[in-house]
């Protein structure tokens, strides 16, 4: 996913601003050297209290079939799937079981996947949770009025591009339940990453008789250690814990607190305040949003705020796509000049400095399991200009002129401006194009292509290198909503995704990942820029409270309240 | 009668440049890039995909079509897809977020009480303050009254209402503790706890507006004092207080109820920033979200609101002027 959403950059960026004033107001330093808690840390989990979780969205949208939550964030405290992730600091994400006994067995090479329930599974109303509730959570997630969430099962089950769910009737032949604990997937082609495919909310269970497809949103039907015990929209939702929840059939969720509350449409800047200040109902609080770079200069000040600010190591991978199918950029050489004139110390301090991100050099993410560390293109972190002019000069080009679309708020024109100024050093004239957010979308994502350069950031919607290599540098996905927005198509990484994709075997999966991630570099279609680190902050009386890499938020999942 | 041939008159007027917006709007946001249907159609997004969520939300016809259809479902209400599945909207149908999963008129009237209650307690705090500090500097013209009045109207003028809004949080409500920094609570479940949440907004949009008020009190007032009505009223013998209460203001109001109009109608209509920095659930927290969102139908079913609370506002404007000026009565 793009990190990032629209409202949460929106507020951000005017959150920023207004606090960037206020600390001039008060002498605050700008540019602190922040040394925060590196990724949280962890114990026992004592049990009681009221979590808060102050969040800048408006809504939380519980559907499964609507949501595009990760398996350790809101979502995961109220509904189980088949599988989820176990996220710990500083070790690679991995599938787990969930409701399942097991992440699934595949018998023909990964196109039938078969799973199993644990014994004793009950619904918050006591109700068993069987097979066929999870076939029909996923089933409605193929209707049209429930589009918006996670779908990277519809185009995998047999008959799934066709399906419109079971509202017109029809159900999914291709999700077989031939009893109450057993359920088997039937897929198009063999996808050794099934497992993980198994762990998002789709795969949650939902049973027909209590499904309103209008109100499921807010009154989900519990499978989780929590349930909804009200919502209001725009104000807060209060989860209460789910009495039919057993911890003993749960590996990964550690249910401390008794109420979790989020408060909704909390202004990041006063977020941020709140969790500063520590006092009553808010030490016992955190944020959900990313602390911004000018709040960080005030957390610098304040020594409790400074032991309560969680920095994530690095993870997600930022970006410089270059249009492939576009003219000097069509040739490898330019490309690879490019990965060395780029100044990507300049980009980082755009982004925030250290704090904000790692320098890059790889496509697979730290955090992600079978990453290979290596750099195709060493250079000195502020780009190595004599060895790209040497290159361009090969290719036979000078006086370059490339267009650089970017999206227009601040944050974003700084890095595009860092990008420009690096270019520029070798003789490579950019003009930055600037477009709102949603044109930016239309733009990279669209048949059309017309831009030269663009800045991304991209993290994966689950832990895989899958995650990483295929959606930005398969052919498939150019254009038509895909994200491969260097328009990149080469047959042979086109060949080794599909390979890759298909093997079951974890350990060779992973070599195969490592294999397309260093084949696509030598193309050069993109420059890795950074890895980028996300910060949160949270009230003294919360434990339990890391972020890993990937994904690089909280895990809602293991955190707890000191109590007493 | 002819009150009510006004009335009736202004009503056709409203109706019609209700639609003018809406079609202006609706026109607006359908030829911008964003294609609410891919917003809508989760990840991986796929044509068939695409094309289905576009079916289901309307998306999929002309856009004079949607446009004719959106007014239908004000007067009929509208109905989404089919079957077990279906959205309903019920009349008057200002559009339905797919992203809430709610209906525009549903989200707006639950925001309503939310923004009224910040907004009237504002706009009184306002003008009482505005006015009588311009009344205040006009008669005391040249004191140092009036120019320390004058000073903190052109700070108050000049002051962003997010960072006036950010420090009176800091100040009020983590440094001295008075208040509470966020939040709303309903006036029909706890009406003391209420008024606490709403102390510090009302008095951040006060300090803001009541800036204006006061220099156009002053300006306003200035030049009535120097009217010859004015000097015939002191002529007369009538003491200074019943010349500035009654005769003057009534004539300086004219103008200020023309803006306080405007003022009001826009802020029912939304007081985005006073909400968003103090977290309050109203229409301006409603629209700064569906902006961000991208949330067309939202989007379009808050600005016509708006829009109307605005027109309203000038047609309560003009009966006001009927009392404060017997000539311009209907």
């Known amino acids: 996913m793009r990190q990032s959403s629209k409202g949460k950059a929106l507020m951000k960026r005017r959150s920023a601003l207004a606090l960037a004033v206020v600390l001039a107001l008060t002498g605050c330093n700008a540019n602190p050297d922040v040394t925060p808690d590196a990724g949280g840390s962890t114990g026992g989990t004592e049990k009681g209290g009221t979590l808060t979780i102050l969040n800048a969205a408006s809504d939380i949208n519980f559907d499964p ?26 070790k690679p994400a991995q599938v787990v079981p969930d409701l399942a006994t097991d992440t699934g067995k595949t018998t ?382 080469q047959p042979e990484v086109d060949a080794l995704i599909e390979q890759a994709t298909a093997e079951t075997d974890p350990a060779k999966a992973q070599a195969l990942w490592a294999q397309a991630d260093k084949r696509i570099l030598q193309d050069a279609p993109v420059v890795p820029l950074t890895y980028t680190k996300n910060s949160f902050l949270h009230g003294s009386k919360v434990q339990n409270f890391f972020v890993p890499s990937f994904p690089a938020y909280p895990n809602y999942l293991k955190v707890s309240l000191k109590q007493g | 009668m002819r009150l009510l041939r006004l009335v009736s008159g202004r009503l056709v007027s409203m109706i019609a440049t209700l639609l003018v917006i809406s079609l202006i709007t609706y026109a607006v946001f359908v030829l911008l890039p964003s294609d609410p249907a891919q917003l809508s159609c989760g990840r991986p997004c796929t044509p068939e995909r695409l094309a289905d969520a576009r079916a289901f939300m ?29 959205v309903h909207c019920a ?51 040249g004191t140092a009254i009036d120019r320390a009045a004058m000073t903190f109207s052109t700070i108050g003028v000049s002051a962003p209402s997010y960072l006036v809004g950010l420090l009176g949080i800091l100040l009020f409500g983590f440094t001295l503790n008075m208040v509470p920094v966020n939040g709303y609570v309903p006036l029909t479940e706890d009406p003391v706890g209420w008024l606490w949440h709403l102390v510090l907004p009302w008095c951040v949009l006060a300090l803001i507006s009541a800036a204006v008020y006061a220099r156009l009190t002053r300006g306003q007032m200035l030049d009535v004092l120097g009217e010859d009505y004015i000097r015939t009223a002191r002529a007369k013998g009538l003491r200074e207080r019943r010349v500035v209460g009654r005769h003057a203001l009534r004539n300086v109001l004219i103008p200020v109820v023309t803006v306080f109009g405007i003022d009001l109608g826009s802020l029912l209509g939304g007081a985005v920033i006073a909400e968003r920095v103090f977290s309050m659930p109203g229409l301006g ?31 309560l404007v003009d009966l006001v002027y009927g009392v404060l000026d017997p000539r311009a009565a209907p």
Request: aromatic letters at 8%; a neutral charge; hydrophobic letters at 40%.
């Open chain 1, 108 to 489: 023909d090479g990964g196109k039938t996947w078969t799973f199993t329930l644990k014994d004793g599974l009950k619904y918050a109303d006591g109700a068993a949770i069987t097979a066929a509730d999870v076939k029909y959570g996923i089933e409605r997630s193929f209707a049209p009025e429930l589009s918006g969430g996670l779908g990277y099962h519809k185009s995998l089950l047999v008959g799934g591009t066709e399906y419109k769910g079971p509202y017109s009737g029809a159900d999914l032949a291709s999700v077989e339940t031939p009893d109450a604990k057993t359920i088997v997937f039937h897929l198009k082609t063999a996808y050794g990453d099934w497992p993980w495919i198994a762990s998002m909310p789709a795969f949650a269970p939902v049973p027909k008789a209590k499904d309103d497809p209008k109100k499921y949103s807010q009154t989900p039907v519990a499978s989780g250690p929590y349930q909804v015990e009200s919502y209001q929209q725009g104000v807060s939702v209060k989860l209460s814990r789910n009495p039919n929840w057993d911890a003993a059939t749960d590996q990964v969720r550690t249910a401390g607190p008794d109420n979790v509350v989020f408060q909704l449409g909390q202004d990041t800047t006063v977020q941020s305040q709140r969790l500063i200040a520590d006092s009553g109902d808010d030490r016992s609080a955190f944020g959900a949003g990313f602390v911004a770079p000018a709040q960080l200069a005030q957390i610098e000040q304040n020594a409790s705020a400074k032991q309560r600010l969680v920095t994530s190591d690095a993870g997600a991978l930022s970006y410089l796509a270059l249009n492939t199918q576009r003219g000097p950029l069509k040739d490898v050489k330019v490309r690879q000049a490019i990965q060395y004139a780029v100044d990507k110390r300049a980009y980082q301090v755009a982004s925030g400095g250290a704090i904000g991100g790692d320098l890059a050099s790889t496509l697979i993410t730290p955090g992600v399991a079978g990453r290979v560390d290596y750099n195709l293109y060493p250079a000195d972190p502020s780009g190595d200009v004599a060895k790209a002019k040497q290159l361009l000069g090969e290719a036979g080009q000078s006086g370059l002129k490339l267009t650089l679309l970017s999206e227009n708020d601040q944050p974003n024109l700084a890095k595009s401006q860092a990008i420009q100024q690096g270019l520029q050093r070798v003789g490579i004239a950019v003009t930055i194009k600037p477009v709102d957010e949603e044109a930016w979308t239309a733009e990279v994502s669209g048949d059309k292509g017309d831009y030269d350069l663009t800045v991304a950031s991209w993290q994966p919607d689950f832990p895989s290198a899958n995650g990483n290599i295929q959606p930005l540098f398969a052919s498939s996905e150019i254009g038509g909503g895909g994200y491969n927005s260097a328009r990149y198509s």
């Open chain 1, 65 to 90: 079939a609507k949501s595009q939550n990760l398996a350790i964030t809101t979502l995961g405290l109220v509904l189980r799937r088949l599988t989820t992730w176990e996220v710990q600091p500083g």
């Open chain 2, 91 to 141: 009349a008057p149908c200002f559009g339905y977020s797919f992203q809430l999963n709610e209906s525009v008129t549903h989200l707006i009237l639950e925001r309503i009480p939310v923004t009224f209650s910040i907004a009237v307690g504002a706009a009184v705090l306002w003008l009482i303050i505005g006015v009588g500090t311009g009344v205040i500097s006009a008669v005391r013209r």
């Open chain 2, 285 to 315: 927290a409603l629209l700064l979200d569906a902006v961000g969102n991208v949330d067309l139908p939202l989007i379009i079913g808050v600005t016509l609101f708006s829009a109307f609370l605005i027109i309203l506002a000038n047609f």
């Open chain 2, 58 to 86: 309307g998306y999929d016809q002309p856009w004079v079509q949607q446009y004719l259809a959106f007014l239908g479902g004000i007067v009929t209400g509208r109905t989404f897809g089919s079957g077990a599945a279906a």
